[in-house]
């Protein structure tokens, strides 16, 4: 049986080395209140020799121009994470309380699986491809346009899915050729000093291109990340509010910014719709306790069946099953931090004071005497104007809010400032379709499909971000573009179409 061992050292230029004084600072178990164990608490200084290493892999290593080398870097870190992998289980088990279950999914497993995508989008990828030769006035161009590392990276990564977000961008970066300062949220540390543990022991990895900087400090460090000269690229998941101060901190040094941030997402059952297939989908708000970027939290019923919808739902929200962390079928489970539960539970308290009618939970569930745990809770007779409806929660609270037709329904979910994701449930997909088409989010799912996948790109419109995370687009975050213009050789190239024609069909 594997202990629970994590990695309590910074990783700075190809070293596990102490924080600054040998400081550390506990890690919650949010499912036990207990601390689990100790994280490395960085000072400043160490931040900045963590971006110092970064800083020089790039400028005086060949590797951001060499894909070989990349390639080969990647493939035994990704070996050697996977052969920790029951270690890594139970570190973000632990440091996140998400249920055990999902550490076989989206916490642990999925996103250690979908390293392989980064690593074959660098293996394919075309660097550099010409444009037709041009004429101008100094006689004929040739024009190549060239992909090229982008720099430093400042990953900056919250707490709910914190091992996914982390790999999601600091494989990319890798493989684009850049290098990587990764810093993860306090509460979660482990999943990042993890990949600092098993980058030391990669000796293809050179030193400084992959460093990781735990902190107990909010706010600090990511600020010293965001606005330090030496930083070309910040790369940022987190809530809107901090994104915002990203930005505002990035724009003195004019980085390239991509930030995924919060989201307030509708599912839209539409009046066709089988509500024993559509509305346990709903359910999916208490997924790690309502602690996803992407989870629709709002639903939209029609007027004509919203009594019936609600019957439905009231049933299934009180029956939710959690708190058993033995049982691997349960999704719910706490809130990352005291603090956080008291977020979610202030929300509720503004949803009934606002005229909200509260239908199931509510509260702290009697039944558990340890965790972060809030009920699943259900509110309707919700409009679109009210806090619960406006703000991300991050918690597990379902508003239900009635509409009149198709183009109603359309309003009220792009009626937000954000724009991640949505969902829609009908009997026809056409119609389905044609109504995802008008809302204004990076992603969607109809009829209960998925659309999180390595090979997807994922990201927001509106206040949800800028860019996009996975896929070939989520690689293409960390190139920049270069075209270069020089004579053409006309000889060469008359010489080359001679023999091309030259050639039998
Ligand atoms: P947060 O914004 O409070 O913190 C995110 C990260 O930013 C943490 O590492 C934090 O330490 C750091 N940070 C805090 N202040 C900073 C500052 N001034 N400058 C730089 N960095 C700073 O978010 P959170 O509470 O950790 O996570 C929950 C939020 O993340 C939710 O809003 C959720 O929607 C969002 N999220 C978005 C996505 C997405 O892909 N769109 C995915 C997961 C989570």
Known sequence: ?????????????????????????????????????????????????????????????????????????????????????EELRLEVAAETGTPPGLTYGPQVQGPVDAIDFAID??????????????????????????????????????????????????IPALAAGCTVVLKPAPNTPWSASFLGRIAARCPDMPAGVFN?????????IGELLTSDPRVDVVSFT?????????????????????????GKSAYIVLDDADFASALPIAAAVCYHAGQGCAISTRLLIPRSRYDEALAYLEQIFNYIPYGDRTDMTQIMGPLVSAEQRDRVLSYIEKGKAEGARLVAGGGIPPHLDKGYYVQPTLFADVTNDMTIAREEIFGPVLVTIPFDDDDDAVRIANDSIYGLSGAIASASVDRALGVAKRIRTGTFGINGANFFAPNAPFGGYKQSGVGREMGVEGFEEYLEVKTIAMPADVAADAQADAERAAVPA
């Open 212 to 220: 990781v900087i735990t902190s107990s400090d909010k706010a600090a």
């Open 121 to 170: 989008t660098l293996r394919g990828y075309e660097f550099e491809r010409e444009l037709p030769d041009m004429g101008t006035m100094g006689g004929p161009t040739r024009r190549i346009v060239l992909r090229e590392a982008a720099g430093v990276v400042a990953a900056i990564t919250p707490w709910n899915f914190p091992l996914q977000i982390n790999l999601a961008k600091v």
């Open 238 to 262: 987190g809530s809107t509010g901090v994104g915002r101060r990203v930005m505002e901190n990035a724009s003195n040094t004019v980085k390239k910014v991509f930030l995924e941030l919060g």
């Open 1 to 85: 049986m594997t202990d629970l061992n994590p990695e309590t050292h910074l990783f700075i230029d190809g070293k596990l080395v102490d924080a600054e004084g040998g400081r550390t600072y506990d890690v919650i178990n949010p499912a036990t209140e207990e601390v689990a164990g100790v994280a490395a608490d960085a000072s400043s200084a160490d931040a900045g020799r963590a971006i110092a290493a970064a800083r020089r892999a790039f400028d005086e290593s060949d590797w951001s121009t060499n894909h070989d080398r990349r390639l080969k870097a990647l493939t035994q870190f990704r070996d050697a994470i996977k052969a920790d992998i």
